[in-house]
Structure formats: structure tokens, C-alpha cells
Nanobody, 127 residues
Framework: QVQLVESGGGLVQSGDSLRLSCAAA????????VAWFRQAPGKEREFVAG????????KYANSVKGRFTISRDSAGNTVFLQMNSLTPEDTAVYYC????????????????????WGQGTQVSVSS
């Protein structure tokens, strides 16, 4: 059963920006922790950014720190990933993930701790 729906991917040039969105399929579905992961061809899925829904505290992978920002709307139904200064190394399928647990600083980066996933959205950055 799909609980999270991503949108906003596309093809951009190096240096451009994109904003991804992740919406709960049902308004009543409110995971405690949400995160963005990405998977490039031939590579393992990797953590990008995560936040705790209620406190808005966030964590970022070193590779995106200072360029990407995770946030949520005031209604709390949609999570965003603002991606600036994109490079070809950011090319991947981006997935939104949700957990009903309050994940700590280590667990928030671990894909296996998330039960709910979106279908993914492709981000392609050309040089």
C-alpha cells in the first residue's frame, strides 16, 4: 500500500536547482521520522537528508550539506527537499521514506529502519 508519493524530479544542468516533494497518500498518515534517500545506477541506496516530523530537527549526508535542505509545510502533510548547486554526482532516483519511530542520529540514516517508501523520482544532472 503506497503511503508516500514523491514528485518534482527532472533533467537539469549542473548548478541548477530542483525541489522534490513527498506527500502522504492519506492526510491521517503522519510518520514520526521522514527522510530522503537516493540510489544511482550500480550503487547502493544512500541517505541524503532526514528530519523528525514534530521537532523539525534534521540531519544531512556530508555530500549534500550546505546545498540541500529538508523541510515540511505548515500543515505537516508534505516534506520537501530543496536541492541547490546540483552536480552530475547527484544524479539518482530519489526516494522518500517514513518511519513511525522517533529515530536517533544513527538510525535516521539507515534505510532498513524505514517501513514506508515512495515509488521514487528520477533526478538527472547534466554537465
Amino acid at each position: 500500500q503506497v503511503q508516500l508519493v514523491e514528485s518534482g524530479g527532472g533533467l537539469v544542468q549542473s548548478g541548477d536547482s530542483l525541489r522534490l516533494s513527498c506527500a502522504a497518500a492519506r492526510p491521517s498518515f503522519r510518520p514520526y521520522t521522514v527522510a530522503w534517500f537516493r540510489q544511482a545506477p550500480g550503487k547502493e541506496r544512500e541517505f541524503v537528508a532526514g528530519m523528525r516530523w514534530s521537532s523539525s530537527s534534521s540531519k544531512y549526508a556530508n555530500s549534500v550539506k550546505g546545498r540541500f535542505t529538508i523541510s515540511r509545510d505548515s500543515a505537516g502533510n508534505t516534506v520537501f527537499l530543496q536541492m541547490n548547486s546540483l552536480t552530475p554526482e547527484d544524479t539518482a532516483v530519489y526516494y522518500c521514506a517514513g518511519s513511525l519511530e522517533d529515530l536517533g542520529d544513527i538510525s535516521i540514516t539507515t534505510a532498513g529502519r524505514y517501513f514506508y517508501w515512495g515509488q521514487g523520482t528520477q533526478v538527472s544532472v547534466s554537465s
